[in-house]
DNA sequence: CTGAAAGCGCTAACAA
DNA sequence: TTGTTAGCGCTTTCAG
């Protein structure tokens, strides 16, 4: 039960006072200058101990002129973002970089419409641009080193580390045709983020080119979760011409699909495929392995860090933009059609 | 493209020097001080926009006195800690916590071996206790106002809010008797943590008590992962006297062992009643309701933030503990035994 | 090897 | 209403 009272705030003066040295010689030995007498460090410890002393930071970080060395991590608040594998593995990747470079890490749950409180903030990373971009904006605006993940904002003049969406929905649709499938569905992701709209846009083209007909009905607006995964694997099974493939925007929506498909006797691979996107180890359990679209989530956080960092200790300038490719997974859950 | 060289980092001198007023006066205007002459503060604004001004975060914290508005949130950084409910749940309600005090949130996920960086903050928050207990003793010795969650941490003298686990796990328990179980299994969670052991340790004597017989082929040691839940349910519905009912740790494990008795044509409930532990949203959808014990996480992080916050702004002092009640939620996965 | 002194960039009495 | 003057707690020359 520790004792109260109002116990003055004891500061580096306290501590010199009772080791009987100067202040300068207490900073000395809390920043191991090894230049400091034997004796006299020892009793400069003690006083340390003695008034469980903690050298204020933010007094050293101004007197050393350090400027910030916090990265913060903006994310949209939308209800379920932390339910997502997407934005998990973005801030492992995140937290992982932020330890090796010895950066704080300072998290922003917004709601994209009030201005960040980021004055503590050496450099900012934008886990996305969903209803936030006048933040980004305003990062720009006042040269706060920022970087966008997974959102190309060619538009705007800031860094950003993408993935080739186009592409990923390309590659989901290329694989499915080349089994032989002629009628194949799609889950979408979110179409407010950047990453929903270009992976349908890539399957959709990808059909088109291979002059494979993509029917409306074939088509479910989904939002990332199991939950629009569910209602629309229900809606697929009950259509009179049923898809023989599915494309899922995400592996958790492809896990929910495979679910539905064995709680109705509805076989995978043999009587439905399901292609993911994510890869996500879950699908690596389940009954059937999920094949799947991969893209390098932690890796891409990991290196965001990275840019930042170097930009906010100034050993980089400039905007740094990278669009990283995704990757055909192939597993157990997708083959050619049977009917 | 922004041009390069190296801009000197501009100061509010130089804005006071531009603007051809004191820095007292461009302070007050920088604080909206109202009693600023308007033609004056015209001129500083104007200023201010010219070099992008943005105020040295840490000198005025220092100047203010201010210590750290920061809070730690120190996270265990064993695999998959951020996949699970548990600590995504006390994420979202630690974040929103913050963002109502108006607290910078950092994020520590740690091995629990090296000692926190954690100069920055003026509070911790530990998601549990797991290898990390020297880092708690730490935050102890040294003042740092500290709280434990989900860990009733009475050997040490530190704060906690927890959950009555004991009584989560005898209430799982209680239910199932009351049904008519007899042959009852259980997917502990990761006995590493308090709540893994205590879950169970409320489970075994509940049905002692009743004196229902636990047999230790009913016994699996889970993880709180899907991939546990799996394995367990294989085995428990491999067994020659299969359980009738199982009490999984967590949702997640019990979702999981939902799918794997669908998959197995096992008939939830007729055939085998499952309760899991959390109340986790996703035990809505899936074929059945999922009927749970419900503890309130993101309550629970609210209300770390508020204790912490208060000791730090010195509103409050002393030890701050409570233990929270979890509560039965009966939806559609559990019923009297066939058999 | 040690200490005095001058700031780091800003705020906050206190005067004017 | 505005400016002068001290610091906030620490680091860092620069002498000694």
Same mark, same amino acid.
């Given at each position: 039960m520790g004792m109260n009272g109002i116990t003055k705030r004891i500061s580096i003066t306290d501590v010199a006072r009772r080791a009987d040295v100067s202040i300068t010689t207490v900073s000395r030995v809390l920043n191991k200058v090894?230049?400091?007498n034997k004796e006299i460090a020892a009793r400069v410890e003690d006083a340390i101990t003695f008034y469980k002393f903690k050298p204020n930071a933010t007094a050293q970080r101004l007197a050393r002129g350090t400027l910030s060395t916090a990265i913060g991590f903006v994310i949209p608040?939308?209800?379920?973002i932390f339910h997502s594998f997407y934005a998990v593995e973005l801030m492992r990747g995140i937290g992982h970089g932020c330890e090796t470079m010895r950066l704080d890490l300072v998290f922003h749950i917004t709601d994209?419409?009030?201005?960040?409180?980021?004055?503590?903030?050496?450099g900012l990373i934008f886990a996305d641009i969903i209803e936030n971009r006048s933040q980004v904006e305003d990062a720009i605006a006042d040269g706060t080193p920022a970087l966008v993940l997974n959102?190309? *904002? =060619?538009?705007?003049d800031v860094s950003y580390i993408a993935v080739d969406n186009v592409k990923g929905g390309a590659i989901a649709a290329e694989y499915l045709i080349s089994l032989g499938h002629k009628r194949i569905a799609t889950v979408t992701g979110?179409?407010?983020?950047q990453a929903g709209r270009e992976r349908f846009e890539g399957f959709q083209k990808t059909l088109m080119n291979a002059g494979v007909s993509f029917e409306t009905e074939y088509f479910y607006k989904g939002d990332y979760s199991r939950r629009c995964a569910r209602l629309a694997a229900e809606r697929f099974f009950a259509l009179?011409?049923?898809?023989t493939a599915v494309f899922a925007a995400s592996d958790d929506m492809a896990l929910e699909i495979i679910s539905v498909a064995m709680e109705s006797g509805i076989?995978?691979?043999?009587d439905i495929s399901i292609i993911g996107f994510d890869?996500?180890? *879950? =699908?690596?359990?389940?009954?059937i392995a999920l094949t799947t679209v991969k893209q390098p989530l932690f890796a891409m956080g990991e290196e965001a860090v990275k840019v930042v960092g170097d930009i906010m200790q100034g050993k980089t300038q400039g905007l740094f933009r990278k669009v990283l490719s995704p990757e055909l997974i192939v597993r157990e859950s997708c083959a050619p059609p049977s009917s």
């Open positions: 090894p230049t400091v608040g939308f209800p379920g994209g419409l009030n201005p960040l409180r980021s004055s503590y903030a050496g959102h190309a *904002a =060619g538009d705007l979110n179409m407010q983020t009179d011409n049923p898809p076989k995978v691979p043999e890869d996500n180890p *879950a =699908g690596l359990f389940g009954p």
